[in-house]
């Protein structure tokens, strides 16, 4: 296993792998807005004395298993002033989207990644989109979005979709560098299936909804589009945990030439002495780095320090379903296909015992 050594660094909050509340649809028109002159302070949030805003000042907080709390922060004035364009984000005068058209506008950008490969998301680019533009951007959505969080050390934005039976939770974020440049992305998306109701809500992994809407960065699509990853990793239980399972079967897919890193989850289940998992279709978290960067164990943050520090509990592809990573890209590249991952369930006792 290919590690690096790693100073310990606190737990970012932002980790969205076990939370399970994430969710968000929403779409527009074209992304707009005007650049934003930034928070004065580290802990400010975007201006409460906006019009535009709805909740103004509010940064939301995760708690575990539970929707985000939220706390009132100091919020300065929004002023819009002129900007050339980025790269990857064309602006315009500022505008809060509708929620009608920021579902719309969000529907195009999950089908067309907007029109950017990994790692710019949506236009966002780590390593070159500027904090100033990357609110411009994000301004728009706030009319939808449950929880939000815009300041001058990051920005987050959380949404739920939910019809009679389903539930989906997204959420889209990133963090800054000193010099105020995004530092990295990450994108969460899980599904719910709520038709016995919230209280009765439980992880959903195969709805033709949520997979058809997520289907750009669903495993096979990735691997067609990135090609095969430089390493692949396994963690898992050795018993189906009951009841919704709170550690089902990860796939961790490595790519840090090209500055991505996917956490694929699904459920698992037991056949005699194996443990399964079908990651064609599967839940997904995409941290997103500037391509190439050496560091990278560092800048994933807090988030990814389990996967670095203890590698004990995380397995090769070879070590835990006996197979290549030319292997797993040739299988799993084909979105027909139906082949699960098989790994022996006594290679998940837990290492400190």
């Known amino acids: 296993m290919k590690m690096k050594k790693l100073k310990k660094k606190p737990l970012d909050y932002y980790w969205i792998w076990l939370v399970g509340v994430l969710p968000l649809v929403i779409s527009s028109c074209n992304p707009i807005g005007a650049t934003l002159t930034p928070p004065t302070s580290p802990q400010s949030s975007v201006s409460s004395q906006s019009p535009l805003l709805e909740p103004p000042g509010l940064t939301a907080t995760p708690q575990g298993n539970k929707e985000p709390t939220i706390t009132p922060t ?10 050339l364009p980025s790269p990857t984000l064309t602006l315009s005068p500022l505008s809060v989207l509708t929620t009608d058209g ?16 990994l790692p ?7 390593g070159d989109t500027s904090g100033e533009n990357a609110q411009t951007f994000m301004m728009p959505f706030t009319s939808s979005a449950r929880r939000y969080t815009l300041n001058s050390e990051r920005g987050s934005m959380f949404w739920v979709q939910e019809t009679e039976n389903l539930e989906v939770n997204i959420t889209i974020g990133y963090d800054l560098d000193t010099t105020g440049i995004i530092e990295r992305i990450y994108f969460h998306a899980e599904a719910h299936d709520i038709s016995q109701g919230q209280d009765q809500s439980r992880r959903t992994y195969d709805n033709p909804t949520f997979n058809q809407e997520f289907q750009a960065y669903m495993l096979p699509q990735i691997l067609s589009n990135y090609g095969p990853p430089e390493e692949v990793f396994i963690l898992t239980s050795s018993e189906v945990p009951v009841p919704n399972p709170w550690w089902p079967f990860y796939v961790f897919l490595l790519y840090p030439t090209q500055g991505i890193f996917i956490d694929y989850e699904v459920g698992l289940d037991t056949v005699g002495d194996h443990v ?9 978290t995409l941290w997103l780095l500037a391509p190439g960067n050496e560091d990278y164990p560092e800048v994933l943050g807090g988030n990814w320090d389990p996967f670095f520090e203890n590698p004990a509990y995380y397995k090769t592809i070879e070590e835990a379903a006996s197979m290549t990573v030319e292997e797993f890209y040739e299988t ?22």
Do not use: Y
């Open 332 to 353: 799993f590249k084909n979105p027909e296909n139906t082949t699960c991952l098989e790994t022996p369930a006594d290679l998940w006792a837990d290492p400190s015992q």
């Open 276 to 284: 399964i998992g079908c990651p064609t279709h599967a839940h997904m």
């Open 102 to 117: 920021a579902m719309k506008r969000i529907s195009e950008l999950l089908a067309t990644n907007g029109k950017c490969r």
């Open 74 to 83: 100091a919020s300065p004035l929004i002023t819009a002033t002129p900007v």
């Open 120 to 126: 710019c998301f949506w236009g966002l680019t780590p």
